[in-house]
C-alpha cells in the first residue's frame, strides 16, 4: 500500500475527529490556542495509536471488537452529545460538559477512533509500513482537529448559545452514523 492510499485512509479516518473538533470549538468559542494543540494531541494520540494497536493484535482483536465497535461509538458519543444538550439549558456555572477536561477529551478520543482499531488489523495483513502510515493518519488527524474547532469556534460567536445544542446534535449523529453504517 502506498502513501496516497494511506493519506486517503488519513481523511476517511478523521472525519469524525473533525466533526467532533467542530463541537470542541462551538462549546468553547474562547479556546486557547494551547487549549486547541492539548485537545488535538489527545485525539491524534488516540487515532495513531488504535491502529497500532490493531496491528499489533491481529484478527484476534477483530472478532472481538468488530460486532461491537459500533455500539461502543455510538453510546459514548450519544453520552457526551446528550450532557452537551442538556448543559445547554443550565447557567454557564452549572455545565458540566466541558470538551476541555481530559476524561471528555479521552471519551471523544476513544469514540472517535475505534474505527482505527479495525483499520490496524488490516494492515496486519497487508504489505505496509506501520510506523509511516500511523504518522500520516496522525499528521491528517491533527490538522482536521485544529481546522474544526477553528471552524467551530468562528461559528459559534456569531450564532449565540443554541449552537450548544446543535453541537451535542452533531456528536448524537456521528454516533448514529457509525451505528447505521455498521448495521446496515
Not at 455510538?74 to 476541555?100: A, C, M, Q, R, Y
Amino acid at each position: 500500500m502506498g502513501i496516497p492510499e494511506i493519506i486517503i485512509i488519513g481523511i476517511g479516518l478523521s472525519f469524525d475527529t473533525f466533526a467532533v473538533s467542530i463541537s470542541t470549538g462551538l462549546l468553547k468559542n474562547s479556546i486557547k490556542f494551547w487549549q486547541g494543540i492539548r485537545v488535538a494531541i489527545v485525539l491524534t494520540l488516540f487515532q495513531v495509536s488504535m491502529p497500532l494497536a490493531g496491528w499489533l493484535g491481529g484478527i484476534q482483536i477483530v472478532k472481538y471488537m468488530s460486532s461491537i465497535d459500533h455500539w461502543i461509538a455510538f453510546g459514548l458519543l450519544t453520552i457526551v452529545g446528550v450532557n452537551i444538550i442538556v448543559g445547554s439549558f443550565k447557567e454557564d456555572e452549572e455545565k458540566k460538559v466541558n470538551p476541555l477536561v481530559f476524561g471528555v477529551l479521552v471519551l471523544m478520543g476513544l469514540a472517535t477512533s475505534i474505527d482505527a482499531l479495525v483499520v490496524g488489523v488490516s494492515f496486519a495483513f497487508i504489505d505496509v509500513n506501520i510506523y509511516q502510515s500511523v504518522l500520516i493518519v496522525g499528521i491528517i488527524t491533527f490538522i482536521c482537529a485544529m481546522a474544526g474547532m477553528l471552524i467551530g469556534k468562528c461559528a459559534n460567536g456569531k450564532f449565540g448559545k443554541r449552537v450548544e445544542i446543535f453541537s451535542g446534535l452533531i456528536l448524537i449523529a456521528l454516533g448514529t452514523k457509525i451505528l447505521i453504517e455498521h448495521l446496515g
